[in-house]
């Protein structure tokens, strides 16, 4: 990355600390209670618990870092099944559940894209993130397939991010709740989500690496 100041890096290795082997199975689980927080709070400063500063990097880099974010989920999504579906605790997802999220983001946030590049000021479909992870099962999904998914969803929208220029980068979009986008911050928003689930991956790696 060119600015050091850009945090994530460590991320994955941390994940590719924990050790392999035999993990608790996966069982019901409590509901996760939906995430009803304005993260958009992360444009202004840094993020408290991943350490991601969305302000750090010229804009221009979003889609490197989305390529480079998505190998980082390549090596989560590598680990064995058994520590794929495990919950650390049962208001966490599991590995597994937050790569289906990051994928299912990916593929959104390049619609909305588009949405923003080719019509004037549009306002995003409504998309409810924890609705589709019961619907879709996201822990019963094959980790290879999500791994493929993620990687060409990042390729598709980091080649779109690639595109933008110039005046492009202040077009407008807004979010079903209000919150009113320009590509940029919808950019340096975007960025932060995939970064800050694989440092939850790697807390709940070690709080399961803990239990054994």
Not at 27 to 53: A, N, Q, S, Y
Not at 123 to 147: G, L
Request: net charge negative.
């Amino acid at each position: 990355m060119a600015s050091p100041s850009v945090r994530w890096n460590h991320l994955p290795r941390v994940v590719s600390r924990v050790r392999t082997g035999a993990g608790r199975a996966y069982g019901p689980r409590m509901p996760i209670v939906p995430d009803t927080k304005d993260w958009t709070w992360v444009l202004e400063r840094p993020c408290p618990e991943c350490g991601f500063d969305a302000r750090a990097f010229p804009r221009e880099l979003v889609g490197q870092m989305v390529r480079e974010n998505a190998c980082s989920w390549q090596e989560v999504l590598a680990r064995p099944g058994d520590l794929l579906t495990a919950r650390p605790s049962d208001d966490r997802w599991s590995a597994l559940e937050y790569a289906c999220h990051v994928r299912d983001v990916l593929r959104l946030y390049d619609e909305r894209l588009e949405l923003m590049l080719t019509e004037d000021d549009p306002d995003f479909p409504n998309w409810d993130q924890d609705a589709a992870a019961v619907e879709q099962r996201y822990n019963e999904q094959e980790p290879r397939r999500v791994a493929a998914d993620v990687i060409s969803g990042a390729g598709r929208l980091a080649d779109r991010f690639d595109g933008v220029a110039g005046a492009a980068w202040q077009r407008t979009g807004t979010r079903s709740d209000g919150a009113r986008f320009t590509v940029e911050s919808f950019a340096r928003y975007f960025i932060h989500d995939p970064v800050h689930h694989l440092d939850d991956v790697a807390r709940g790696f070690a709080v399961l690496e803990g239990e054994r």
